[in-house]
């Protein structure tokens, strides 16, 4: 399975803006971007004006970054808003994969921490076993967390403090349960993120 190895908190001071991709780290003093909130590299403290095509760039790539997807995802996320009888935006098909909602549910710290957790079997959807990151959940689909332990509960509600709440999940924290209610709208996104750039990056 392709994985992105590059060095995470990079990725926030390249696109200038906190992207969230190490939980609680980045809450703390110790977060990368809160320290040097200018690009990596020899010249990243020089300004640099970009091109409609280098804004269209860039936001595509936070995008990528802040979901932890590759290219050809993308370009295949991208490939079925345009075909098929059934119309769905870029994010609502992005937003549906299942490390995005265990993330949303706080059952994980962060998409990264909620693709292991994926990876290694502990979450049953509608019954059955799911260890796909990707899994495209449904409206009346049930994500069930395996592990039961009393001390996830406090890890739960703090991740969920933390996240922005969206109105497409709900959560019972006692039972280790999201439903999915309705499927994902604008607002539910939580980061500053233009699709409209990112759409007109794929149709040139």
Request: hydrophobic share 30%.
């Amino acid at each position: 399975m392709a994985r992105i190895t590059s060095p995470i908190c990079k990725r926030c001071r390249r696109e200038g803006t906190k992207l969230f991709l190490r939980g609680e780290r980045c809450f703390t003093p110790k977060c990368a971007f809160t320290r040097r909130s200018y690009h990596p590299g020899m010249h990243g403290q020089s300004r640099s004006r970009l091109t409609e095509y280098g804004h269209q760039l860039r936001e595509k790539q936070k995008v990528k970054a802040v979901y932890g997807i590759l290219e050809r995802q993308m370009r295949k996320y991208y490939g079925q808003t345009q075909k098929g009888k059934e119309k769905h935006s870029l994010f609502s098909l992005i937003e549906r994969r299942l490390d995005n909602v265990v993330f949303r549910s706080g059952f994980a710290s962060s998409r990264r921490a909620a693709r292991q957790m994926i990876i290694h079997n502990h979450f049953i959807v509608n019954g059955k076993r799911m260890n796909i990151p990707s899994y495209q959940v449904k409206v009346g689909d049930k994500i069930e967390f395996k592990n039961k332990e009393n001390k996830f509960i406090k890890d739960i509600k703090n991740n969920l403090k933390r996240n922005l709440p969206v109105s497409w999940i709900k959560t019972d924290i006692t039972k280790r349960v999201s439903d999915i209610t309705s499927m994902p709208k604008k607002e539910d996104i939580g980061q500053e993120i233009e699709e409209r750039l990112v759409i007109e990056y794929y149709s040139r």
